[in-house]
C-alpha cells in the first residue's frame, strides 16, 4: 500500500499542516492537584473545543518532562495539506505515535478505544484521523502522556515519535 508521511517533529512538516505542539502538565492541567480527584469524569483536555491558548508550545515533543507519577497532555490542531511528499491526499489519514510510558489518543474529542486508549508499555499506537482526508479539512489530536510503571514510576513522560501517514490504494490491483 502506497504511503506518504508527514513527521509531527519535523519544522518543515509542521508548517505544512500548520501545526504547533503545546503542551500541559496534569490530568487536568491548571487544576490542583493536577487535577487527580476520585471519580473524575474525564478530562476536558481531551476535547476538540478545549482551549489550550495558554500552554507552552514547543518544538520537541521528545523532551522528557516531568518524573513521578505525571500526566503530561500534547495538543496540535492540524489543517489537511493539498499535498504530501508530492502526492496529492487520498485514502486515509492515520497518527501513528508512541507515547512513553502510557498514552491516550483523542481525535476531535473522540478516542478509539480499541487502538488510541492504553495498550500497554511503551506499545506504539495507530489510529485513524480521517478515513477520507480532504485538503483543508481541520483536525484536533490530544496525546495524553502517562509515567509508569503506576505503582512506582520511571525516567520521564515524552512521546518517541508522531507521524501523520496518508495511505491509498495502489489503483493497479
Known sequence: MPRAIIDLQNS???????????FAQGLVPGEPNEGLV?????????????DDSGWETTDDIAEWRSDGLSFIWYRINITIPETVGGQAVQGRCLIETCIDDYGEIWIDGECDRQAGAVQGFNVPQRVVVSAD???????????????????????????????????WRDPRY
Request: hydrophobic share 45%; net charge positive; aromatic share 8%.
Open 38 to 50: 476520585a471519580r473524575i469524569a474525564g478530562s476536558p483536555a481531551r476535547l476538540a473545543d478545549y
Open 12 to 22: 518543515a512538516d509542521l508548517k505544512s499542516v500548520n501545526g504547533v505542539w503545546r
Open 133 to 167: 482526508p480532504k485538503p483543508g479539512d481541520q483536525h484536533t489530536i490530544a496525546l495524553l502522556a502517562i509515567n509508569g510503571p503506576l505503582a512506582a514510576p520511571g525516567g520521564a513522560v515524552f512521546v518517541r515519535y508522531a507521524t501523520l501517514a496518508f495511505e
